[in-house]
C-alpha cells in the first residue's frame, strides 16, 4: 500500500496571508490527524476527522479549521498566518477503530511565514 | 495532564547498543508508541507495545515497559550511523490523540 502523502512539501507565505495543505491517508484508513511540529513546542495535536466529522480537538486557535472528504482525504487551512505558524505540519492516518489505531505519518509539509 | 518526558540527547559509538528512556504519565494510555524521525523528514512508526506487556522485541530493537514507574525504554542493538536520528517515544490516550516527547538526538560516532 502507498503511504500517506503531504502536499506540498514546502511553503512560504507571508504574514496575513492563509494557507491550505492536503494530505491523503493510507488506502482504507478512515481517520486523518494532524499535527504541528515546532522547535519550541515539539509535536502538538491539532485535530483528528473521522468519516467527513472532526472527532478531536486540540488547543488551537480558530484560525486552525480543517475538513476531511469522502474519500478520506484531508485538508488543513491556517487564515491569518503568524509568524509563529512557522512549522513543519504532519499528517497521520490511522483505521479510527478502538484498539491499537496506530497512527503512520506523511513527510509534512514545512510552512515558513514570512 | 499528560505529559512525557525523555533525555535530550545520546551518544553512542557504532556496534554498542543505544538504550533510550522515556517516562510518561496517562496511566490509562493502552500503547506506547516510538517513531524515529531522519532530518527533513516525516515520523517513522519502529514500534508499539501494548500496556499490559513488559517486553517486545522486533529484530534489533526492543522495547521494556515498567508500568508500576510509567517508564518505556528502547534498546536498539548493534548501533549503526544509519540509526542517527531523532526518537520520538508517544502515548495514546481514549481520545486516540498521541502526546508525544520532546525527543531523543541519537548520535552513533564511528
Known amino acids: 500500500k502507498a503511504g500517506v502523502t503531504q502536499t506540498p512539501r514546502y511553503l512560504i507565505k507571508t504574514r496575513g496571508q492563509q494557507v491550505t495543505l492536503s494530505c491523503s491517508p493510507i488506502s482504507g484508513h478512515r481517520s486523518v490527524s494532524w499535527y504541528q511540529q515546532t522547535p519550541g513546542q515539539g509535536l502538538q495535536f491539532l485535530f483528528e476527522y473521522f468519516s467527513e466529522t472532526q472527532r478531536n480537538k486540540g488547543n488551537f486557535p480558530g484560525r486552525f479549521s480543517g475538513r476531511q472528504f469522502s474519500n478520506s482525504r484531508s485538508e488543513m487551512n491556517v487564515s491569518t498566518l503568524e509568524l509563529g505558524d512557522s512549522a513543519l505540519y504532519l499528517c497521520?492516518?490511522?483505521?479510527?477503530?478502538?484498539?491499537?489505531?496506530?497512527?503512520?505519518f506523511g513527510p509534512g509539509t514545512r510552512l515558513t511565514v514570512l | 495532564g499528560e505529559d512525557v518526558e525523555q533525555s535530550l540527547f545520546l551518544s553512542v559509538r557504532e556496534g554498542d547498543s543505544s538504550v533510550i528512556n522515556c517516562t510518561y504519565t496517562?496511566?490509562?494510555?493502552?500503547?506506547l508508541y516510538w517513531y524515529k524521525q531522519e532530518p527533513g523528514a516525516g515520523l517513522q512508526l519502529l514500534t508499539y507495545?501494548?500496556?499490559?506487556?513488559d517486553m517486545k522485541q522486533d529484530q534489533r530493537l526492543t522495547v521494556l515497559l515498567n508500568k508500576k514507574d510509567k517508564h518505556l525504554s528502547l534498546r536498539i542493538a548493534d548501533t549503526q550511523t544509519g540509526d542517527s536520528a531523532i526518537y520520538f517515544c508517544?502515548?495514546?490516550?481514549?481520545?486516540?490523540?498521541?502526546?508525544f516527547g520532546s525527543g531523543t538526538q541519537l548520535t552513533v560516532l564511528p
Open positions: 496517562d496511566s490509562s494510555s493502552t500503547y
Open positions: 507495545i501494548f500496556s499490559n506487556m
Open positions: 508517544a502515548e495514546i490516550d481514549s481520545a486516540r490523540q498521541l502526546t
Open positions: 497521520a492516518s490511522s483505521e479510527g477503530l478502538a484498539g491499537t489505531d496506530t497512527q503512520y
